[in-house]
């Protein structure tokens, strides 16, 4: 069956990074666009990145543009979101997500991001 | 940035009975590029249609999606319990962003 694992959150300090890991598995990863969403606790869902099936097409939300990278290796169908210079605003939870028919078809449990001092 | 807006926030409903939810973008939606996603309690979210009126595998029939343009609905025909819920839309015609959802809870 269809799993999205993630892995990396914890709790950071303003400023510092962080890098999650998506380890994907039960589908064809490579055929897949890929997605993080985030979610702050208590509230609703923001998109955050996308990376194509092959990687030649990546876009990312406002508030992480230029903080953030999002990169993957198909040969081992894993994802990745590099967290620069983190501030407070981003603590949430992470999700990765699968698309094909839609941006999310399959969605991960999430790892949790708490930026606090 | 297209803005998406869902009414109402809350909706109270008894098992058995008719969910209507809205989601109103602030310009088109390019191809009815238009998703919804249920979320439990606790619980990741789980997309339940998309093209506007595309039920995912596995979702019951009794979900259904409709609209085109700038206004968008989703019905739930008769509530389960485990439909009381979160439910997101999201747009994916340009960039990709979800509206505030709608919490649907048991009367």
């Known amino acids: 069956q269809v799993q999205l694992v993630e892995s990396g959150g914890g709790v950071v300090q303003p400023g510092r990074s962080l890098r999650l890991s998506c380890a994907a598995s039960?589908?064809?990863?490579?055929?897949?666009?890929m997605h993080w969403v985030r979610q702050p606790p208590g509230k609703g869902l923001e998109w955050v990145a996308v990376?194509?099936?092959?990687?030649?097409?990546?876009f990312y939300a406002d508030s992480v543009k230029g903080r953030f990278t999002i990169s993957r290796d198909n040969s081992k169908n894993t994802l990745y979101l590099q967290m620069n210079s983190l501030r407070a605003e981003d603590t949430a939870m992470y999700y990765c997500?699968?698309?094909?028919?839609?941006?999310?078809?399959?969605w991960g449990q999430g790892t949790l991001v708490t930026v606090s001092s | 940035e297209v803005v998406l807006t869902q009414s109402p926030g809350t909706l109270s409903l008894s098992p058995g009975e008719r969910a209507t939810l809205s989601c109103r973008a602030s310009?088109?939606?390019?191809?009815?590029?238009l998703a919804w996603y249920q979320q439990r309690p606790g619980q990741a979210p789980r997309l339940l249609i998309y093209?506007?009126?595309s039920r995912a595998t596995g979702i019951p029939d009794r979900f259904s999606g409709s609209g085109s343009g700038t206004d968008f609905t989703l019905t739930i025909s008769r509530l389960e319990p485990e439909d009381f819920a979160v439910y997101y839309c999201?747009?994916?015609?340009?960039?990709?962003?979800f509206g505030q959802g709608t919490k649907v809870e048991i009367k």
């Open positions: 997500a699968a698309g094909l028919a839609a941006p999310h078809d399959y």
């Open positions: 039960g589908f064809t990863f490579s055929r897949y666009g």
């Open positions: 990376i194509w099936f092959d990687g030649s097409n990546i």
């Open positions: 310009q088109s939606v390019s191809s009815s590029y």
């Open positions: 093209g506007a009126s």
């Open positions: 999201q747009q994916y015609g340009s960039s990709w962003t």
